[in-house]
Nanobody, 119 residues
Framework: VQLQASGGGLVQAGGCLRL?????????????MGWFRQVPGKEREFVAH??????YYADSVKGRFTISRENAKNTVYLQMNSLKPEDTAVYYC???????????????WGQGTQVTVSS
């Protein structure tokens, strides 16, 4: 599986962005798809994931971010609303077989897209 993330950019606090992650492969629908983020000097952290079991979010983004997927397009999205400066990070999409928040459990990763939220 190859993943290509896009949609990052610069936005003011309170604004919104939608990230997309396009995947190759015919078994996309069987994967748990996750979004993670990382700032320099810190570990990559879980943001959200979506699977056949549903969706799950980190507390820091709950109520502001929405993860969704279109299996027919092999694409997963992250709609980010009410953005805060602390949301600034490189955002990565990932695919895995388990429904977990642990980065090491994901098998495939996209290249990352920068999101910068100005105050």
């Amino acid at each position: 599986v190859q993943l290509q993330a896009s949609g990052g950019g610069l936005v003011q606090a309170g604004g919104c962005l939608r990230l997309s992650c396009a995947a190759s492969g015919r078994t996309f629908s069987s994967y748990t798809m996750g979004w993670f983020r990382q700032v320099p000097g810190k570990e990559r952290e879980f943001v959200a994931h979506i699977s056949r079991a549903g969706t799950y979010y980190a507390d820091s983004v709950k109520g502001r971010f929405t993860i969704s997927r279109e299996n027919a397009k092999n694409t997963v999205y992250l709609q980010m609303n009410s953005l805060k400066p602390e949301d600034t990070a490189v955002y990565y999409c990932a695919a895995g077989r388990l429904v977990v928040v642990t980065t090491s459990a994901y098998d495939y990763w996209g290249q990352g897209t920068q999101v910068t939220v100005s105050s």
